[in-house]
């Protein structure tokens, strides 16, 4: 088949994010048979990428390490030149990705209105702050979703070998739901003796609870286990399209706002999103009719910034400690009776 583009995607942002980024991408492989689509990401989202059928190639960028000088951007963005890309659309509002967007030389550039550098770009586009992430994403295409049409869930392929370790891992434990009880802020985390109590609450139903996330997480989930024998410390163990295989064989999960909501996106799992220190009007909440959100309501500090903190701004964490335990146990008990009709 003859190449009629080549597209580059510059996405470097949280992991959470790049799944949230997968709708375009599918968009725009529909809108451009034939078109050859490549994405620049960190080494964290590399296997995000990769699991999508629509992705030629994935460019690791680590913005963190040897990526990180403004010189380091330049050069890297130089490279690119060979990829002889037709258009660049650049998702990610940093300098560096405007800088990289740059030095690639081509001319057919799409970026943010709030880019840290919009200069840079040929085609500028609005970024809609009333608006979930998929439905701006989706604006790069220029095509008018109408309605609930923006509600296109991210496809991620999970390999053979990790559905078959994540059934050996499940294979005993009947029914199950899970909770991925972490987030990078802290004032993201609804407390670990709430969902200490909301596991004990699932296990009195019938079912496993599996506990979900990276390798640093092991000593929360142990915590939240709390030596609970129907509770499952699966923190490190299997990796991100694992995880997303994982939720999609569960009853319901329960996490904070955090890339697992998305993974459920994906997953076509139940889900309840706990927002502490965010809110779902930021954009990035659930979008499916299986999703549901909670938080505490009227609270004049809520929300203080749209990634959180390391610790809460006003000293009192009320965004997590208000929101009872019982109230997060009643969402999932309607979701669970509803998903038995």
């Keep these: 088949m003859e190449i009629l583009n080549k597209f580059l995607i510059i996405q470097t942002a949280f992991i959470g994010d790049c799944i949230l980024t997968l709708p375009f991408i599918q968009e725009l492989n529909k809108n451009n048979p034939g078109s050859v689509i490549d994405v620049v990401c960190t080494p964290a989202a590399e296997e995000i990428f990769v699991s999508s059928p629509y992705i030629s190639s994935v460019i690791v960028y680590d913005k963190r390490k040897s990526g990180k000088s403004v010189k380091a951007a330049m050069k890297f963005g130089g490279g690119l030149k060979q990829g002889n890309y037709s258009r660049v659309y650049t998702l990610h509002k940093s300098m560096r990705s405007a800088i990289i967007t740059y030095y690639t030389g081509v001319e057919e550039t799409y970026g943010f209105s709030n880019s840290a550098f919009p200069a840079v770009f040929r085609h500028i586009i609005n970024y809609d702050h009333t608006v979930h992430e998929v439905k701006r994403l989706l604006s790069f295409t220029r095509s ?42 802290e004032t993201k985390r609804y407390p670990e003796e709430r969902f200490r109590e909301i596991a004990g609450y699932l296990v009195s139903l019938g079912l496993k609870v599996i506990l979900t996330g990276g390798k640093g997480d092991r000593e929360l989930c142990e915590l939240v286990k709390a030596g609970n024998e129907e509770v499952l410390n699966a923190a490190g163990v299997f990796s991100l399209t694992e995880s997303v295989y994982l939720i999609s064989r569960s009853e319901i999960l329960i996490t904070n706002d955090s890339a697992p909501t998305h993974m459920a996106m994906a997953a076509g799992a139940p889900v309840i999103t706990i927002y502490c220190s965010t809110v779902p009007e930021f954009g990035f909440a659930g979008y499916s009719d299986k999703s549901r959100s909670i938080g505490v309501k009227d609270l004049r500090c809520r929300p203080c910034g749209i990634h959180g903190y390391k610790e809460c701004p006003a000293g009192h964490f009320r965004c997590g400690h208000d929101l009872d335990a019982g109230d997060v146990i009643k969402l999932a008990e309607e979701i669970l009776n509803a998903e038995k009709k």
């Design 144 to 185: 008018n979703y109408n309605g609930d049409s923006w509600k296109i869930m991210p496809e991620i392929k999970v390999p053979d070998d990790g559905v078959k370790r994540v059934e050996d891992f499940i294979q005993s434990a009947g029914r199950f739901a899970v909770i991925a009880p972490s987030s990078v802020w």
